[in-house]
T-cell receptor
Framework: RKEVEQDPGPFNVPEGATVAFNCTYSNSASQSFFWYRQDCRKEPKLLMS???SGNEDGRFTAQLNRASQYISLLIRDSKLSDSATYLC???????????FGKGTMLLVSP | DAGVTQSPTHLIKTRGQQVTLRCSPI?????VSWYQQVLGQGPQFIFQYYEKEERGRGNFPDRFSARQFPNYSSELNVNALLLGDSALYLC???????????FGQGTRLTVV
């Protein structure tokens, strides 16, 4: 089993749609959780951290379920500029090394 | 403030050659990590350095080595290059105690 598994993509959605990404992790000792965004042939950039209570940043909402070892990212009112690969990332307590999922590509069309 | 900078941005090498990649972290960041990203996959952890000491190593062969300098910059060396080493090599810096990492633009290595 892979350490971090994400929905296979790509997701093709029209502008204005709501899209949800799912992610599961295998190591129950994981303590820090993130979503990174990666544009084509560019470096990953931190989109948001994910907290147990859930957190929201504008059109983006992240949820964490530690019991199910499940992380989600919801994007509302999709924009063309949201087209990118979304990477689910986890880290163990006390370490700053990151374990990435394979990523899910999002394509938003006019 | 400058972000993480990596050099070179692109590189073409022949099988069997050696390569050195360089990284300068964000000012004030003392931890540097290296990742390899092959096409279609997420980045995979190679090394982490903090205060010039190796603090973590991923599942990579001994052909891969790295070091960190007193100014916190870092080099990644890969010997005896294989075709499978073709990838985007990413450097990330972070503040000790914080897990958020900030990536450089990467070095795209092609082995022919």
């Amino acid at each position: 089993r892979k350490e971090v598994e994400q929905d296979p993509g790509p997701f093709n959605v029209p502008e204005g749609a709501t899209v949800a990404f799912n992610c599961t992790y295998s190591n129950s000792a994981s303590q820090s959780f993130f979503w990174y965004r990666q544009d084509c042939r560019k470096e990953p950039k931190l989109l948001m951290s994910v907290y147990s209570s859930g957190n929201e940043d504008g059109r983006f909402t992240a949820q964490l379920n530690r019991a199910s070892q499940y992380i989600s990212l919801l994007i509302r009112d999709s924009k063309l500029s949201d087209s990118a690969t979304y990477l689910c990332v986890v880290s163990l307590a006390g370490y700053s090394t990151l374990t990435f999922g394979k990523g899910t590509m999002l394509l938003v069309s006019p | 403030d400058a972000g993480v900078t990596q050099s070179p941005t692109h590189l073409i090498k022949t099988r069997g050659q050696q390569v050195t990649l360089r990284c300068s972290p964000i000012s004030g960041h003392k931890s540097v990590s290296w990742y390899q990203q092959v096409l279609g996959q997420g980045p995979q952890f190679i090394f982490q350095y903090y205060e010039k000491e190796e603090r973590g190593r991923g599942n990579f062969p001994d052909r891969f080595s790295a070091r960190q300098f007193p100014n916190y910059s870092s080099e990644l060396n890969v010997n005896a290059l294989l075709l499978g080493d073709s990838a985007l090599y990413l450097c990330a810096s972070s503040i000790p105690g914080r897990t958020e990492a900030f990536f450089g633009q990467g070095t795209r290595l092609t082995v022919v």
